[in-house]
């Protein structure tokens, strides 16, 4: 069952794009991990549900013919090459008929058989999790510290991995998938995916600090700037919202560090596309077949 702490209630307006204008509750609660729930928050929870269909909404999102050889590397068969190497000594039959083709593309109701066996590639899975703090973003930890994994490990058969990171501290959107493509494009310079935080620091953050965001900070690995970086309408002067789509390792902390702030409380309100409407932290849910194809989409 979802859980919303009192935080995330008072924050709601805020979380969905701090750079809006909106106001929020200034009121605080030292809880982020999903714990406290009221029969209110469960009321609205379910309310939400019912207007979904029963279970979790799975996509069924149909692809677009692909390459014989990435079907068989999605299938887990062989690598792209490997399968180029099957594909020409013909023990590789689309819909009983040989095939030594290279390039050649199947549809999705395409029967695959290698040697006599039929192949069938795992289906995309597209899981947001709204991350509570003390989870780290790994599939697993020798230490034996709280993964995000096991947050998603009950939201589908297949085997889904996180797209980029969110360190412990840090709370919001993670997206989970095992289409390889989509994580690739997502988290590549290229694309550009547009991240949204609510950050919180230590001491009043100053106008003209708020400016070097937007000119550009130079940090060991280079000079990053923020596409726009403004005080949170409603909330404190410890309180900034930053959008930016750079994808580097602990980005927004360092930032902050290095303009004198300790950051405080972090949490990504949006990601790419995709927001924290209705879904509290702790929590997951699949995406849509509009926010799969919006994001397929998306240049």
Do not use: W
């Not at 020798?142 to 085997?159: F, I, Q």
């Not at 130079?218 to 596409?227: A, H, N, Y």
């Amino acid at each position: 069952m979802i859980k919303r702490t009192k935080s995330e209630t008072s924050r709601r307006n805020t979380e969905k794009n701090p750079l809006s204008k909106s106001s929020s509750n200034k009121s605080k609660s030292k809880k982020d991990s999903g714990e406290g729930v009221n029969s209110r928050d469960k009321r609205k929870y379910i309310e939400f549900k019912q207007r979904m269909k029963k279970g979790d909404p799975l996509p069924s999102f149909n692809e677009d013919a692909i390459r014989l050889n990435k079907y068989l590397s999605n299938a887990g068969v062989c690598s792209r090459r490997e399968a180029d190497v099957l594909i020409q000594t013909g023990v590789i039959t689309v819909n009983g008929e040989i095939i030594n083709e290279l390039g050649y593309k199947i549809k999705p109701n395409d029967v695959v058989q290698y040697d006599g066996e039929t192949i069938n590639a795992e289906k995309k899975r597209y899981v947001l999790l709204n991350k509570p703090k003390g989870f780290i973003t790994t599939m697993d930890d020798p230490r034996g510290r709280k993964t995000v994994m096991s947050l998603v490990k009950k939201a589908c058969r297949e085997r889904i991995y996180p797209v980029g990171r969110l360190d412990r501290e840090t709370t919001g959107l993670l997206l989970f998938t095992n289409d390889g493509d989509m994580a690739k494009k997502l988290t590549h310079p290229r694309y550009q995916a547009r991240k949204i935080y609510h950050v919180e620091t230590d001491k009043q953050i100053k106008k003209e600090d708020l400016e070097k965001l937007l000119s550009g900070v130079v940090l060991e690995d280079g000079k990053t700037q923020c596409d726009k970086a403004n005080y949170v309408e409603g909330g404190t002067d410890h309180e900034v919202g930053v959008e930016l789509h750079s994808g580097k390792n602990r980005i927004v902390r360092r930032l902050f560090e290095a303009l004198g702030y300790k950051v405080v409380r972090l949490d990504r309100v949006q990601f790419a596309s995709l927001t924290k409407k209705d879904l509290p932290r702790g929590m997951y849910r699949h995406l849509t077949e509009h926010e799969i194809a919006f994001l397929k989409m998306t240049k």
